[in-house]
């Protein structure tokens, strides 16, 4: 028995199985024991999650009420960190596709072409057709900027009216314009497109626009909030 207790505290942390789950359960809990939680308390921790051999008696009993509340008042903060870890190494695992997390302007009516025909087969382009001085585009533009930060395997863009040597097209009427890309395929074509927003907007409303037609992929993992930012324990 003491030989398999000596394989499980040897495993790997990324070990796959029952043992190596609990493995990795046992090291973040350790890695996660608050500095600040008394000399004591630690010692306590540390002693119900590295059980040993050794220590049959200690193994076996049962539990303390002391132990109990430390169990109360450490699990739910330990395993919600631990779950947000073992959730962003997967969504890493499965995110294919080149990252971009910034807006791109293009310079010509080439450049627009070229982003739309040879972008990977698994992005999704979106393009801002603006003009300077036209209401709304600077602030669409903002909102972008904003919002390639959170979806960085989307390629957001921008061009100029003017430079997509199609100017006749996009007039101010209809700027400004967000085209949505896919494999070459168009995907979304909203022309004037800040009359579905109200006069003063923010990147939280293009984003759920764009999300009623179901044209944004997941947000990035690390975009969201950290439920375990100070003063969000759960008590």
């Known amino acids: ?16 199985g029952p043992k190596g789950v609990i493995n990795d359960w046992r090291r973040f809990k350790l890695d996660s024991v608050d500095q ?7 010692q306590l921790l540390r002693q119900m999650s590295t059980p040993r051999e050794d220590d049959k ?22 395993l919600k960190r631990y779950r947000k870890q073992c959730m962003q190494e997967m969504h890493e695992r499965l995110s294919f596709g ?19 025909e040879k972008e990977h087969r698994l992005t999704l382009v979106v393009v801002h057709i603006y003009e300077n001085g036209v209401e709304g585009c600077e602030q669409l533009n903002s909102c972008l ?3 390639a930060t959170e979806y960085s395997t989307v390629k957001f863009c921008r061009i100029d ?15 400004p314009t967000l085209l949505v890309y896919k494999a070459g395929e168009l995907l979304g074509n909203f022309l004037a497109v800040t009359k579905h927003f109200s006069e ?5 409303d293009v984003e759920a626009f764009l999300n009623e037609y179901g044209l944004l992929p997941e947000k990035d993992f690390a975009a969201c909030p950290d439920d375990d930012d100070e003063g969000g324990d759960v008590e």
């Open 1 to 16: 028995m003491s030989g398999s207790t000596q394989e499980e505290e040897d495993l790997p942390a990324n070990h796959t």
């Open 57 to 78: 008696e200690r193994v076996y009993r049962k539990m303390s009420v002391q132990e109990y509340e430390l169990i109360q008042e450490e699990d739910e903060r330990v």
């Open 145 to 147: 900027d904003c919002l």
């Open 36 to 42: 600040t939680v008394p000399q004591s308390k630690r």
């Open 161 to 175: 009216a003017v430079a997509t040597g199609a100017a006749e097209r996009f007039s101010s009427e209809v700027l």
């Open 98 to 116: 080149p990252k971009f997390e910034a807006v791109y302007e293009l310079d010509s009516g080439e450049a627009f072409l070229e982003v739309i």
């Open 200 to 204: 003063e907007f923010f990147a939280t």
